[in-house]
């Protein structure tokens, strides 16, 4: 599977089949909001996809002497694509157990761990009210992406207020029997 | 001064044994043109914080000013004309049409029926519903309903819209229409004071409050500031350390 760089720099020859310098100017502008590499590193992920067999060599040009390599998709690098795509629309499980594992070492006493749930229910709630709407004008995939997140922010809220209800019946147990 | 001043309310339900705390010392305060959401569970008491903010019930302690007045002592006055309570369910004493439903709320007001009945259709038409006018209230569907309500509440163009749970119930596909209407209804000054379990009807709201257990938290409209404790050591720190080392 290629990293998240070399996916972009294939997501974007799918878009258009392109040349190195093109392909970087697209990249600031589509993905700059979010990330940022060089025209080295540009040139680098198209070494490795073509080596992959991701993307081919559609054709040479240029001008005054300076070479331009035109790149586009495989047929396999689409497919490569549509499945890393597939599987990133959910949330990653390993991060999700990591953070449970690490959770679970420092989190003993019910005050930290009503704190930690308190910022997580105040952050997804602000992240619900920050989802514009509409979410964007004319774009179905980003109306469709948004909704998603809508839904998981929504999942989320109700876990903080489960969670934040069990701990407080655990401390009163715990008080309780104490 | 707010438009609505809830301050340190609180209320319970039942006695003795089974006495229940719905709402615990809540305070907050909504401005003209602002969409304050509470998000919460079943019986986090959102519905108890609707009916007290309308002026529907009165609070055990503290006290709620509407535009500087005490609601409890000016309920009669204010109630149903400066502060709109959307409710999703219809009598069928207050009109067999829904047009009729929306204008019985006008009548009160000792206007003639044609002249209710001409405001209750522009109101129905401002929420999208004018179709529905002469619908009985039984044959519409949780989206239709939802905007019929809007349209019997703002009939009498109230200040402060309370409305609980607004998307309940209603299709994925009308959900949206509805939260943008509740937008447009709020750019003209309303203010609107609602309550939802449902996260995804939080997009675009002003201020956001969770309510846990009749305890209301949050409100701001800043996140937190973010915590990075681990940071690479600058490497003029690193060289210092070399050398001290």
Redesign the interface.
């Known amino acids: 599977m290629p990293s998240l760089i070399d996916s972009i720099i294939l997501a974007l020859v799918i878009e258009k089949p392109s040349y190195g310098y093109e392909l970087h100017e697209r990249f600031g502008r589509r993905f700059g909001k979010f990330l940022s590499t060089s025209l080295a590193n540009v040139y680098d992920a198209l070494g490795r996809l073509e080596e992959d067999e991701y993307v081919e060599v559609a054709g040479r040009s240029g001008a005054f002497g300076r070479p331009r390599v035109n790149f586009q998709a495989t047929a396999k690098g689409v497919e490569i694509h549509l499945s890393w795509l597939a599987e990133r629309l959910r949330e990653d499980p390993r991060r999700l157990a990591l953070l449970s594992r690490l959770a679970s070492t420092s989190l003993r006493r019910t005050d930290a761990m009503l704190r930690v749930i308190?910022?997580f229910?105040?952050?997804?709630?602000?992240e619900?009210?920050q989802?514009?709407?509409?979410?964007c004008e004319d774009d179905l995939l980003c109306e469709l992406f948004a909704?998603q997140r809508?839904?998981v922010?929504?999942?989320?809220?109700?876990w903080g207020?489960?969670a934040?209800?069990k701990v407080?019946e655990r401390a009163g147990r715990g008080e309780a029997e104490g | 001064m707010s438009l609505l001043s809830i301050r340190h309310v609180t209320k319970r339900h039942g006695h003795g044994r089974i006495e229940r705390l719905a709402l615990s010392d809540v305070s907050l305060e909504i401005e003209p043109g602002e969409i304050v959401a509470v998000w919460g569970l079943r019986r986090s008491g959102r519905t108890t914080l609707v009916r007290i903010a309308a002026g529907m019930e009165r609070p055990d302690d503290g006290t709620v000013l509407f535009a500087g007045h005490d609601l409890s002592k000016h309920r009669d006055k204010i109630l149903g004309s400066e502060i709109g309570c959307t409710q999703f369910h219809f009598s069928s004493e207050e009109g067999e049409s829904v047009l009729d439903q929306v204008a019985n709320g006008l009548l009160a007001g000792r206007i003639s029926i044609t002249a209710a009945r001409r405001r209750a259709k522009e109101a129905l038409a401002d929420v999208g519903a004018d179709e529905c006018a002469e619908f009985s209230p039984r044959d519409l569907d949780a989206g239709e309903t939802v905007r019929v309500s809007l349209a019997r509440a703002l009939v009498v163009e109230p200040r402060l819209l309370v409305i609980d749970e607004p998307t309940n119930g209603v299709d994925l596909r009308d959900r949206d229409p509805i939260l943008m209407l509740l937008r447009r209804i709020a750019n003209r000054g309303v203010a609107l004071l609602m309550t939802t379990g449902d996260g995804a009807a939080l997009s675009g709201v002003d201020r956001v409050f969770t309510l846990d257990h009749g305890e209301l938290h949050g409100g701001t409209s800043q996140p937190p500031a973010s915590v990075s404790p681990f940071r690479r050591p600058s490497s003029q720190a690193s060289v210092k350390s070399e050398r001290m080392g």
């Open positions: 308190d910022r229910i105040e952050e997804c709630s602000l619900a009210r989802i514009a709407m509409p979410a909704e809508r839904r922010v929504a999942a989320q809220l109700e207020a489960y934040r209800s407080l």
